[in-house]
């Protein structure tokens, strides 16, 4: 059984960073994609950054050049590190994993931007 644990939400100031991670483990022989999404109230779950096998990374117009995604595969953990946090980043936040070919989901991680 592969288990997905996040860490690393919690409250912080507009403009200040957090950093999301996202470890794997489990019966594990293969991990493709990973990536991070988040669902803020009373709104749809929406793709914020992924990142492919190769290393390839992709983002939400909304969190250009504040959040980068990145990788340790050897770890099998996945990161994100949000910068020039705004109040709309506040969400929960997912990880899913593309694991022995199967998308697996972590529990979520709360982030709030507030003063």
């Known amino acids: 059984q592969v288990q997905l644990v996040e860490s690393g939400g919690g409250l912080v100031q507009p403009g200040g960073s957090l950093r999301l991670s996202c470890a794997a483990s489990g019966s594990i022989f293969s991990i493709g994609a990973m990536g991070w999404y988040r669902q803020a109230p009373g709104k749809q779950r929406e793709l914020v950054a992924g990142?492919?096998?190769?290393?390839?990374?992709n983002y939400a117009d909304s969190v250009k050049d504040r959040f980068t995604i990145s990788r340790d595969s050897a770890k099998k953990t996945t990161y994100l590190q949000m910068n020039s946090l705004k109040p709309e980043d506040t969400a929960v936040y997912y990880c899913k994993l593309v694991v022995n070919f199967l998308e697996v989901w972590g529990q979520g991680t709360l982030v709030t931007v507030s003063s």
């Open positions: 990142i492919t096998g190769r290393g390839i990374t």
